[in-house]
């Protein structure tokens, strides 16, 4: 009887292949979210394409410090936050917990805020006076919290692969719909401040891109999913092959999103207040589908991104006290279910959530020079890093990063100084 062969199969390539972009994805379904949506569509809407060289350097900075935070742990096995906390001081590691939580708390209002509102608006088009967004809201918060409740990572990243692949591929359909000119496309990798616009500033609207793409969370749960993943240093290409594959899709999705609202909205004078104004603007441009499809990568962007949103908190406890990823504790059930429950602030109170998002994801920039800074001081101790310690252009490149980081936090401040005073 001949012995079963042990060469792989097509399949069982395939699905080792997948397996390792597991991270990757992961981090792109958390960087791809309203929030990202809501820059993207605002930024095309008010400037065109003018901003697209924003989106560019934005998601070359996020590959090279996911792959730069992969790498640090993959050298000494440590995640960001026990690094932090061990090699420069406890309180680092708090700051980022507490900042960070701040952080997706407002992304959490403003999430459910705009998945519901756009759902509302779409509903209008199936049924008279439309569902209620208050509805629309609690069914989404409940899903999640429900979906946290299983408590397996191996999990949470099937469920992210899904809604990942559901929302690149409307965000792309979209795209080609709704494609501006490829001139102006290419105009927009020239680097340049609109003067125009109307609402949130030009600075404003740059940071909270930067904010929403080069997020801080992203760079410390990199360190988490690759100690995870049990990768060794022989599997640096693998690591690094996963950070090009996640900053490249972010970089497509982020384009193809700020290209639909030039296409349908900026051609036309048409600013945008509300993302659920999309589905009225877009209807007489791509048909009832177009809005449809829209609506269902909103939708997947949205729960993509709450999904980690709501588990951020406990991961970064995980990680401050070293403990295995265990997320059935029922302290951190708690926890998600109260910061749930942010996402029904929007409808319950009415507050714009286009607003939100925006100061929300420019408040993200502010982060971003501490966590420059930390891998830098950490990437050059060669008792930590021994061999792989950074190199003169490593380093030289983390310093244009720190300062991108502070010109963009300056521009975060400025941009909601200057939307305060206006309002």
Request: glycine share 8%.
């Amino acid at each position: 009887m001949p012995e079963p062969s042990s060469n792989p199969t097509l399949t069982d390539r395939l699905r080792h292949l997948l397996s390792s972009f597991l991270p990757g994805i992961f981090l792109l379904g958390y960087c791809i979210g309203t929030g990202s949506v809501t820059a993207m569509a605002k930024a095309g809407a008010d400037y065109g394409m003018a901003l697209l060289w924003t989106v560019l350097l934005s998601c070359y900075f996020t590959y090279f410090l996911i792959d730069l935070y992969g790498k640090f742990t993959i050298v000494t096995g440590l995640t960001a936050l026990e690094a932090f906390k061990k090699y420069i001081h406890p309180a680092v590691s708090i700051f980022f917990i507490v900042a960070l939580t701040m952080n997706v708390s407002g992304s959490v209002v403003g999430v459910m805020g705009i998945v519901s509102d756009v759902c509302y608006e779409w509903s209008k088009t199936l049924v008279k006076g439309g569902i209620p967004p208050l509805y629309f809201a609690l069914f989404f918060v409940s899903l999640v919290f429900l979906l946290f409740l299983d408590g397996r990572i191996h999990f949470f990243q099937q469920v992210l692969t899904w809604l990942v692949a559901l929302m690149s591929l409307c965000f792309l359909v979209n795209f080609f719909l709704l494609t501006p000119p490829l001139t102006e496309i290419m105009k927009g990798f020239i680097p340049q401040i609109p003067a125009t616009g109307s609402g949130e500033t030009a600075f404003l609207v740059i940071a909270s891109m930067v904010g929403t793409t080069v997020f801080s969370g992203l760079f410390i749960m990199r360190a988490t999913l690759v100690k995870e993943a049990g990768w060794t240093l022989q599997d640096l290409k693998t690591q690094r092959r996963d950070a090009i594959f996640s900053a490249l899709m972010m970089f497509v999705i982020s384009a193809s999103i700020m290209a639909s609202a030039a296409g349908a909205l900026y051609t036309r004078k048409i600013t945008l207040d509300h993302v659920s104004e999309m589905i009225t603007l877009l209807e007489p441009l791509s048909g009832s589908m177009g809005v449809t499809i829209f609506t269902i990568g909103l939708i997947a962007a949205g729960v993509s991104s709450q999904f980690p949103n709501v588990m951020l908190l406990p991961w970064l406890l995980n990680d401050y006290h070293q403990r295995e990823h265990h997320m059935r504790r029922n302290a951190y059930r708690i926890m998600v279910f109260f910061i749930s429950l942010l996402g029904l602030i929007v409808p319950i109170f009415h507050a714009r959530p286009i607003a939100v998002m925006v100061a929300s994801q420019a408040f993200g920039a502010l982060i971003l020079p501490a966590t420059v800074g930390c891998i830098f001081y950490l990437g050059n101790q060669r008792s930590l890093m021994g061999t792989h310690v950074f190199s003169f252009l490593t380093n030289a490149v983390l310093l244009g990063i720190l300062i991108f980081s502070l010109v963009m936090s300056y521009m975060g401040i400025t941009g909601l100084v200057n939307t305060w005073l206006i309002a």
